[in-house]
């Protein structure tokens, strides 16, 4: 199997961004959602991209964000990929000067088929767990026999994933990549480097 790529998400702190990039992150996260705990700023975003070595992808995370809000922080953090986690249209998502991910939550009824195709020009879809009213972030594991073993689109995996269970994940989806937040974390917002280089060690020993 090829190399499954590891995401930071929630980065709020330049120490963090750099203590995951030491580790061999390949994507770092920025979550532009005021109700978010790990919420930040475009300027203190922008500030922490500009220290960031070369070949590291810097992804920023929308909920139904407006667009001017979108252009605004794209045009002052200079973000590599969008990422869009609310109701967004194929579209809408389309609409920027960025490849984008489109994160559907695994609720029950969700045709994961028919919703990838819809988004078919994104770069992957990201799966996370459904908690109604919650569009992500939530800390729980979904069934991960609910994904097709073949599927058309990169599949990037969330939801629940820790230092103890993201081998486990690996073996099991053999996703495209792995997107964490909340498992490597000290509190919301602020990482542990010690969790994210075992993070990123046990995904390589599943690799």
């Not at 702190?13 to 978010?36: M, Q, W």
Request: hydrophobic fraction near 45%; glycine fraction near 8%.
């Amino acid at each position: 199997m090829n190399r499954t790529r590891v995401k930071i998400c929630g980065i709020t702190r330049l120490e963090d961004a750099l203590a995951a990039v030491s580790s061999g992150a390949d994507a770092l996260g920025f979550v532009f959602y005021a109700k978010s705990p790990r919420a930040i700023e475009p300027e203190a975003a922008a500030a922490i991209i500009r220290q960031l070595p070369a070949f590291v992808t810097t992804t920023g995370l929308f909920v139904n964000a407006d667009a001017a809000y979108i252009d605004l922080v794209i045009k002052q953090t200079r973000i590599d990929l969008l990422q869009f986690h609310g109701d967004e249209t194929p579209d809408f998502c389309n609409s920027f000067s960025r490849p984008y991910i489109k994160a559907l939550r695994m609720k029950p009824g969700l045709d994961l088929d028919v919703e990838s195709h819809k988004y078919a020009e994104g770069q992957a879809i990201l799966l996370d767990a459904y908690r109604p009213g919650v569009p992500g972030g939530t800390g729980e594991v979904f069934d991960w026999d609910l994904i097709p073993k073949i599927h058309p689109s990169p599949i990037i995996l969330a939801g629940g994933l820790t230092c103890e269970n993201v081998a486990q994940a690996v073996s099991a989806v053999q996703p495209f990549a792995i997107d964490v937040s909340g498992g490597v974390e000290q509190s919301k917002g602020i990482k542990d480097a010690v969790k994210i280089d075992k993070f990123i060690n046990e995904v390589t020993r599943a690799n």
